[in-house]
C-alpha cells in the first residue's frame, strides 16, 4: 500500500514539476536578456486560462484531432511517470524499461504529426514534416546511446541502471561520455530547443513543434503545452538519473531518504534549467537542413559509444 | 572632380536633354525642371529606361495625366517629365521597364488612368473594399474583389499562404509561397491591406495638415518623411530656411537613422533565434529615443519638422545629452558587432542567405541598406546634397556580397557613420532662427530626401491659397519589396523571415 502511495506521489510529482521547470526555464532566460520576465508560476497561469477558455475546432477537423491531445497529454504523462526521480525500485519500476519510454514518446509524436496534418492548413503540413525528419534522426539516435547504456549496466531498465550507476565499479567511462552527449543533443532536438527550434517564435514559416500545434486553442492547447512541459521534466529527470544518480532513494528506502532523494532532484533539476537557458542564449537557431547533421552526431556519438564497448568492456 | 569627369557628365545628361528639348519645360517646378512630353518622347525615354540609364524615382498619377521622376546617378540630376492623357490611356513604362509596373498598378487603381501594355492588368492598392474604385480619379464605381495570385507549375510545387494577420505583432501582408519541399519556387507579395488614403487626404489640405499627414505616411520614418515633405514645399515656393534649421535637421533624421538601425540589427539577429543581439540593440535604441524625447520633446520626433524650419530649439543641456548618447553608444556598440561577427551559428544564418544581385539592384533603384549592400552608391544625402550634408564630410558604406550579412553590416557601419555625423553637427551648429513663415502661393516642388530605409520621395503641386492641389510620397519600399521576391528564389522557406527582416521594408509607407 505504501508502495503504491509513493509511486502515485512521483505520478504527482512529475505534474506538479513539469510546469515550474518551463517557468524557471523562461525565467532564467528572461534575466539573461536583462528583462525581468514572467514569474516562474506563470505556466500555470496559462494552462488554467487555456483549461476555461472555449476549444475552437477548424472546419474539417476529424475526431483525431480532437482525440490527440489527450492520447499525446496520457503518454507522456506515463513515460515521464516512469523516469526515476527520487526513488529507484517503485512498484511499476519493472515496466520503467529506456525502450518502453523512447515508444511511448514516439507514439505521442506520432498522434501530434498526424493532427498537425488533419486540419490540412499548409503550416500543420511543414510542422508535421520537418517533425518527422527530427524524429527519423532522434530517435535511433537515442536508440544507440540506450544501447551504449544498457551494454554498460547490463539492463535497459532504469531503476538497474541508476543502481549500477552509483555503485563503485563504474569509473570513468569514455563510452558513458559520449552517450551523455549524444543523449544531451537529443533531448535538445526531441524538446523543440534552440537551436534545432524556437519555442518562442511567432514566425510561422520557421516553427517545428508549434507549426504542428498552431489550430489548437482551449483545453486541447493546454494538454498539449502540458505534454511538452513534461516532455522537458522527462528528459532532465532522464539525463540526471543515468548520468548523475545520487541521492536517489532506494527500493523500500525511509521517509528522511525519500527527503533527501527529493531535495538531491530538485537541485539537479534547477541546475539543468539553468544551463539549458544559458545554452539557448548563447547560439542562434541552425537552418533546417543542418539539423540532420547535429543529430547525425548524436548518432555518430551513441554508435562510437557501443562500439567502443566490444573494443573493451573497460572503456 | 576632374575635367573628364564633368564632360561625361554633360554627355550623359544630354542623352535625357536631348528627348525632353521638344517638350514643354513647366517654369512653376522648382528645383529640378519638369517637362510635359509628346507620346513619342515618352516612348523613347523608356527604351532609355530599360536601358539602364537614367534610373526610375518615382511613376504617379494625376487626374489629367501621369509623370515619371528620373534620375541621372552619374549626373546627380533629376527630371520630371508628364504625359496628358486626356482620354485616361498612356504608353506603359512597366511593359518596358518591370520596376514600374507596381506603380502603375497603383495609379490604375486611384485615378483610373489605364497603361497600354501593361503585362500585369491587376489591381494593387485596391482590395475591392472600398466600396468605390478609382477613388481619386474621374468616376467612381464598384470593383469586384477577386485576385488571382500568378501560377507556378510542376510536379510536387505545393503553395503556402501567409498572412495578411501574422502570428506576431506586425504590419499586414499577404505573402504566397510557390514550393518545393523547403526550397521556394516563387513568392508573390500582395500589399496594400493599410491603404489610409493619405493623397486623398492631401489634396485640398492646408500646409499645416500636409506636414502632418506626411509625418504619418511610415511611423519609423516620420522624421525622414516630414523633411521630404517641408522641402518639396521651400522648393516649391523658393524659400530658403534659417540656417539651424537644416542643421537641427539633420540632426533629428541622424538619431531616427541610429535608432531604426540599431532595432533592425537587433530584430534581424533575433529571426535567427539569437535574442541576446535583440535585447542588447533594444536598450540602445531605447536610449537614442530617450536622448530624442528629452532634446526635442518626442520620442520618434514626430511633428518637429514643419514646412519653413523647425518647431523645436536644442538646448546646451540637450546637445550635451546628444553628446553623452554619442559616447555611450560609441563605448557599448563595438562590443555588439564584436559579438554578432563571432557568433559562429548567427553568421551560418546570415552569410549567403537571400542574395540579392547587383544587376536587380541597379534596375530597381534600390536605395538605402538594401542597394548599398548589393553595391548600388547611392545615398541622396551624398548625391543630391542637400544642406548641410553639402558641408559634413561622410562616406557611403557599400558592400558587394548582396546577402543578409552585408545588409547588417551596412547597417552597422551607417550606425557608425551617424554617429559622427551627430558630433559634426553639433559641433558646427550655427545660431540663428528656427523658421520662417511660409507665404500661401502657387508652385510645384520636388524633394528627395535620404531615410534609414532609403531615399524618400515626395512631389508636390500648391494652389494659388497655399493649400496643396496633389501631393505624392513615393516610399523607398516600392523599389525594394519586389526585390525581396527575387533574393528568396532558391531559399528555403524557414529562411524567409530572416531574409524579410534584413530588407525590413515599409507596409504603411508603401500602402499609403
Known sequence: MLDLLVQGAQMALVLLLAPLLTGIVRKVKAR?????????????RDLLRLARK????????????????????????????????????????????LIA????????????????????????????????????????????????????????????????????????????????????????????????DNPATHLELTMVHE?????????????????????????????????????????????????IGLATYLGKLLVGAVALALFETSIAKMRVFRVPDFLGAALMLGLLGTLLLFVSRSL | MTATDETGKEARMAGLSDLITGGRPIASHR???????????????????????????????????????????????????????????????????????RPERAAQDLFGLTPIGLPDTRPWLDHGRWGLSRPLGAAAVPRDPAYAFLAAEGESLHQIPVGPVHAGIIEPGHFRFSASGETVVRLEERLGYVHKGIEGLMAGATLEQGARLAGRVS???????????????????????????????????????????????????????????????????????????????????????????????????????????????????PALIELYDNTASLQDRTVGTGVLALDRARQFGAG?????????????????????????????????????????????????????????????LPAGALRLEVPAAAG?????????????????????????????LRDPSWFQWPLLEAAIEGNIVADFPLCNKSFNCSYSGHDL
Open chain 2, 31 to 101: 528645383p529640378w525642371p519638369r517637362v510635359v512630353v509628346d507620346e513619342a518622347t515618352w516612348q523613347a525615354v523608356m527604351a532609355q529606361l530599360a536601358d539602364g540609364n537614367p534610373t526610375l524615382l518615382g511613376l504617379w498619377g494625376e487626374a489629367a495625366g501621369v509623370h515619371i521622376a528620373l534620375c541621372d546617378e552619374a549626373a546627380e540630376a533629376i527630371v520630371v517629365l508628364s504625359l496628358d492623357c486626356a482620354d485616361g490611356r498612356y504608353p506603359s513604362v512597366g511593359a518596358q521597364h518591370p520596376p514600374a509596373i
Open chain 2, 219 to 333: 511611423g519609423d520614418s516620420t522624421v525622414a518623411y516630414a523633411l521630404a515633405f517641408a522641402r518639396a514645399v521651400e522648393a516649391a515656393l523658393g524659400v530658403e530656411v534659417p540656417e539651424r534649421a537644416h542643421w537641427l535637421r539633420a540632426l533629428m533624421a541622424e538619431l531616427e537613422r541610429v535608432a531604426n538601425h540599431l532595432g533592425d540589427i537587433g530584430a534581424i539577429c533575433n529571426d535567427a533565434a539569437f535574442s541576446l543581439m535583440h535585447a542588447q540593440c533594444g536598450i540602445l535604441r531605447e536610449q537614442v529615443l530617450r536622448a530624442s524625447d528629452t532634446c526635442f520633446g518626442h520620442r520618434l520626433m514626430r511633428d518637429r519638422i514643419i514646412p519653413g524650419g523647425v518647431t523645436v530649439d536644442l538646448t546646451l543641456d540637450g546637445a550635451a545629452s546628444l553628446r553623452r548618447l554619442v559616447a555611450a553608444l560609441r563605448r557599448r556598440f
Open chain 1, 211 to 259: 507549426a504542428m500545434v498552431l489550430e489548437y486553442s482551449g483545453r486541447h492547447l493546454a494538454m498539449i503545452e502540458f505534454a511538452a512541459s513534461l516532455k522537458l521534466l522527462l528528459y532532465l529527470s532522464l539525463i540526471a538519473c543515468l548520468f548523475a544518480p545520487w541521492g536517489l532513494a532506494g527500493a523500500g528506502a525511509s521517509a528522511t531518504a525519500c527527503a
Open chain 2, 368 to 428: 538605402g541598406f538594401v542597394g548599398r549592400a548589393s553595391g548600388r552608391r547611392f545615398d541622396a544625402r551624398r548625391s543630391m546634397r542637400y544642406p548641410p550634408y553639402d558641408r559634413l564630410a561622410f562616406e557611403v558604406p557599400t558592400l558587394e556580397a548582396g546577402d543578409v550579412n552585408a545588409r547588417i553590416w551596412v547597417r552597422i557601419r551607417e550606425v557608425g557613420q551617424s554617429l559622427d555625423l551627430i558630433d559634426m553637427i553639433l559641433d558646427a
Open chain 2, 444 to 472: 510645384e516642388g520636388l524633394a528627395l530626401v535620404e531615410g534609414f530605409r532609403g531615399d524618400i520621395l515626395v512631389w508636390l503641386r500648391l494652389a494659388e491659397d497655399g493649400r496643396i492641389a496633389r501631393c505624392h
Open chain 1, 32 to 44: 539573461l536578456l536583462r528583462r525581468r520576465g514572467p514569474s516562474v508560476i506563470q505556466p500555470y
Open chain 1, 101 to 196: 519510454i523512447i515508444a511511448l514518446l514516439g507514439s505521442a509524436r506520432f498522434f501530434l504529426a498526424l493532427a498537425g496534418m488533419d486540419v490540412g492548413t499548409s503550416f500543420g503540413g511543414i510542422g508535421a514534416s520537418r517533425e518527422m525528419l527530427i524524429a527519423s534522426l532522434a530517435e535511433p539516435a537515442m536508440l544507440v546511446v540506450v544501447f551504449t547504456v544498457a551494454l554498460v549496466a547490463g539492463s535497459t531498465q532504469l531503476s538497474t541502471i541508476a543502481a549500477f550507476m552509483v555503485s563503485p565499479g563504474v569509473g570513468l567511462r569514455v563510452s558513458l561520455g559520449l552517450a551523455l552527449i549524444g543523449l544531451v543533443m537529443v533531448a535538445i532536438a526531441e524538446n523543440a530547443r534552440i537551436p534545432v
Open chain 1, 54 to 97: 472555449e476549444a475552437v475546432i477548424a472546419e474539417g477537423a476529424s475526431w483525431l484531432f480532437r482525440v490527440a491531445p489527450y492520447l499525446i497529454f496520457a503518454a507522456t504523462w506515463v513515460a515521464a511517470a516512469l523516469v526515476p526521480t527520487f526513488a529507484i525500485g517503485l512498484t511499476f519500476s519493472w515496466t520503467a524499461d
